[in-house]
């Protein structure tokens, strides 16, 4: 007889192990938030008693446990509180709308706006003319889709004090016209940071409550765990009131953010915090930036873009970036560096090269996006081992006829090689899958679906992007389980379903690895496990 029985134990069902020494099984049983056993059904029952939560899984695909690669939950949680402006087509729509909340608000009520689309401008500028009049007075704050900048109206820029140019030690900007009064256009966080101080901030109680049911919502789409790539004053209070109320329910690794200007003490500051943590949630990691994005012209390529922009790094002194990177790795904290342009990735992989070795155990040094890349970087990512953190659903963005205004601002050279997953993965390289949500959802069965799809599941009638760059089933459900764990030096003890592995399960209705991808995000998530602990059940 066992010594020790299982908590839970599931049977009959398939399970896709992605253990190559056992890649499939029917069962497992689970103890302490560890699995214990996988393999036929009577096997499983033998180390079960009476006490063992049996699970019939008849019906049910097991694969481990899905991870979203790049999210951020709570500074999403606070953009997502306003308005969803992303089916806006027109400015007229976004007037529209921005008039009826106003009348439903009142007069000095903020009006928080996210997912704006820059295609609806017509090529023109982001200005506060567009909005002020059917405002009529009230301060507006609204966030385009990338959230790498944001529309401020009149009433806003003033109860924040910004009445002219702004000096920044990065890359940002508060867009001023020619007589230097700002036009509403904030580029880049710090920018966006001096309006959003003048708006109401949530309290710690409302932000646990609003993430324990985004948390809900991401179990019940099969999600357990997600890299965060944000780290905000309200982050950690949140988290932890999340896990004294039991209400935690994904396996979170956290980066805190290292901006320019930070200096020696800062940077200690960061190392330091790195380790703080409680059983499901720990800060193992720092996000830098190295550009912005291609959509607001404030990426960092080789050549500039349509509009002669694009052409300088988020940190004015690249040296104090590759400085701050060499501190933090010699500290032995990993790095995340967004880094879009493919100037900005030749930097960063200058920079973490001398850190990073192909078969490296431990954490790994990533770069987020890399959205264009010529071949040259395609093949240094895999000779250093630098994790390539890309989302597929970004796609949804992007035409296959170069007409969206990515494309245009790059030109169809850039544009053809847009998020170079396979080419990444078949040249040896890691290639971890997200969502970036906010700025795409989050459900895991989307970015599934993108990555073999090259476009939207939602968009049938769209033409694939770089259909070249697909992946089959198997490579992106291995970018969403198993890579995850290697990127967090976790190999050995998650993203796998073996025994010493943490039970972290996520169970389909449908085998992901044979359903069409244009039906994998309406497949039904039957069953959500995280540290053995039953989240979510259908």
């Known amino acids: 007889m066992p010594r020790h029985f299982a908590d839970l134990a599931i049977t009959g069902a398939t399970i896709h192990t992605l253990d190559p020494d056992r890649p499939t099984a029917t069962a497992l049983a689970v103890r302490n938030g560890v699995i214990t056993a996988v393999g036929p059904d009577d096997a499983i029952r033998e180390v079960c008693d009476a006490r063992t939560q049996l699970i019939d899984g008849s019906g049910i695909t097991l694969t481990p446990g899905l ?31 921005l008039a009826t909340e106003r009348r439903r608000q009142g007069p000095n009520t903020w009006i928080r706006g996210f997912g704006l689309d820059p295609n609806i401008l017509d090529g023109h500028r982001p200005h506060h003319r567009l909005i002020d009049d059917v405002l009529d007075g009230a ?13 401020a109206s009149t009433r806003a820029l003033e109860l924040a004090g910004v009445t002219g ?61 997600g890299h965060v790539m944000d780290c905000t004053e309200q982050t950690l209070p949140a988290l932890r009131t999340l896990e004294e109320r039991g209400d935690l329910t994904l396996r979170l690794r956290i980066h805190a953010r290292c901006r320019p200007g930070t200096d020696d003490d800062g940077l200690q500051d960061l190392i330091a915090l790195c380790g703080t943590g409680g059983r499901l949630w720990q800060v193992a990691g ?74 490296d155990r431990t ?37 296959a006829d170069h007409s969206d205004n990515w494309s245009a601002r790059l030109g169809p050279e850039r544009a053809r090689r847009a998020f170079r ?36 599941p939602h968009h049938p009638e769209r033409r694939p992007v770089i259909p070249d760059q697909a992946l089959t089933a198997t490579e992106a459900l291995t970018a ?12 050995h003890r998650t993203g796998r379903l073996r025994e ?21 995000p309406d497949v039904p998530i039957r069953l959500t496990i995280v540290d053995g602990r039953v989240v979510h059940r259908a």
């Open 67 to 97: 991870t979203d690669s790049h999210t951020h939950p709570v500074t999403g949680t606070l953009m997502t509180s306003g308005l969803d402006l992303s089916a806006c087509t027109s400015t007229a729509n976004l007037r529209t709308l």
């Open 480 to 491: 969403m389980t198993v890579t995850p764990a290697i990127t967090a030096g976790e190999a």
């Open 363 to 399: 954490a790994r040094h990533r770069i987020e996006h890399a959205e264009t890349l010529p071949d040259t970087l395609v093949t240094r990512f895999a000779r250093t081992g630098v994790v390539a953190s890309m989302q597929p659903s970004h796609l949804q963005y992007s035409l």
């Open 421 to 456: 997953c396979a080419d990444l993965l078949h040249a040896g390289a890691v290639l971890a899958l997200g969502s970036d949500w906010p700025i795409a959802h989050y459900d895991p069965r989307e970015v599934l679906a993108a990555a073999q799809l090259r476009r939207s």
């Open 165 to 225: 140019p702004v000096r920044f030690d990065s890359a940002a900007e508060v867009v001023c016209d020619a007589d230097g009064n700002p036009t509403g256009e904030l580029l880049e966080e710090p920018a966006k940071r001096l309006v959003e101080r003048a708006a109401p901030t949530m309290e710690t109680n409302e932000l646990a409550d609003r993430l324990a049911d985004l948390f809900s919502r991401m179990n019940a789409a099969g999600l357990t765990g």
């Open 286 to 359: 720092v996000k830098l930036f190295m550009d912005g994005t291609i959509d607001n012209g404030t990426a960092w390529l080789d050549h500039p873009d349509c509009h002669g922009e694009s052409t300088r790094p988020f940190w004015l002194s690249p040296d104090a970036y590759a400085k701050a990177v060499d501190t933090l790795a010699r500290a032995g904290v990993p790095t995340a560096t967004h880094a879009i342009g493919d100037a900005a990735v030749a930097y960063a992989l200058d920079c973490l090269a001398p850190h990073s070795r192909p078969h």
């Open 139 to 151: 301060p507006a704050l609204l966030t385009l889709f990338d959230a790498h900048a944001a529309l």
């Open 500 to 520: 010493g592995h943490t039970a972290d399960l996520t169970g389909f209705a449908t085998d992901p690895l044979r359903v069409p991808p244009q039906e994998l």
